[in-house]
């Protein structure tokens, strides 16, 4: 079975612009959740979908938001970048609620 | 105070030894993911346990719901275990597991 992907993989931006990061998850799995990792503050956990439905969401600004679709691909937004948005960010599936999470390689943005 | 607490934050140890990572938290969870990160991002989930040990290969993780407290042990270790060890509860407020709630990450250098 495929791994978990997600891309682009790297990207450049400028403050102000907006970013689409785009994550597959393994076949079959309903659940995608999203973090963000950072030197100073970790990991941080964004959004939770299952099913379409966002169940749980992280503490960020709403400038973060996020979807699923009916084949459990999962897009995440960040409009009006600001410099601190620079982070590497995480996709993970799994089958259902709970359970081992299968994570993507990530993407690492830049906000210059 | 951070919800999840690992210790110690950096760990250099000699190819052969007997390694333990402690992590305790001050949640009620449902669940506890040790995961490893290896230089460029990729993470990988070890274990999710939640209740008594669990052993896969040289890797051996132990949770004590009680105590709120869990240990990662690594046997006969070796350089390729190099990495970062994260502990990640599941809170048992959610319902899911989307809002893990991590530690900070051990850095574990093994030397040849």
């Known amino acids: 079975k495929a791994g978990v992907t997600q891309t682009p993989r790297y990207l450049i931006k400028t403050r102000g612009q907006q970013v689409t990061l785009s994550c597959s998850p393994i076949?079959?799995?309903?659940?995608v959740s999203w973090y963000q990792q950072t030197p100073g503050q970790g990991l941080q956990f964004l959004f939770e979908?299952?099913?379409?439905?966002?169940?749980n969401k992280g503490n960020f600004p709403g400038r973060f938001s996020g979807r699923q679709f009916s084949n459990s691909r999962s897009e995440m937004n960040v409009s009006t970048l600001e410099l601190g948005d620079s982070a590497l960010y995480l996709c993970?599936?799994?089958?259902?609620?709970?359970?081992?999470?299968?994570f993507g390689p990530g993407t690492r943005l830049t906000v210059t | 105070k951070n919800e999840v607490e690992q210790s110690p934050q950096n760990l250099t140890a000699q190819e052969g030894e007997f390694i333990t990572i402690n992590c305790s938290y001050s949640?009620?969870?449902?669940?506890l993911h040790w995961l490893q990160q290896h230089p460029g991002g990729g993470i990988v989930s070890l274990f999710m346990?939640?209740?008594g040990k669990k052993k896969h290969g040289r890797l051996i993780a132990t949770i004590n719901i009680q105590e709120k407290h869990s240990s990662l042990h690594i046997t006969a270790s070796h350089p390729r275990d190099s990495a970062v060890y994260i502990c990640?509860?599941?809170?048992?407020?959610?319902?899911?597991?989307?809002?893990?709630?991590f530690g900070k990450g051990t850095k574990l250098s093994v030397k040849p």
């Open positions: 993970a599936s799994s089958l259902g609620l709970v359970g081992e999470q299968y």
């Open positions: 076949s079959g799995h309903r659940s």
């Open positions: 979908y299952f099913s379409e439905t966002q169940r």
């Open positions: 949640v009620g969870i449902s669940a």
């Open positions: 346990l939640s209740s």
């Open positions: 990640a509860v599941i809170p048992n407020y959610g319902g899911s597991q989307g809002n893990l709630i």
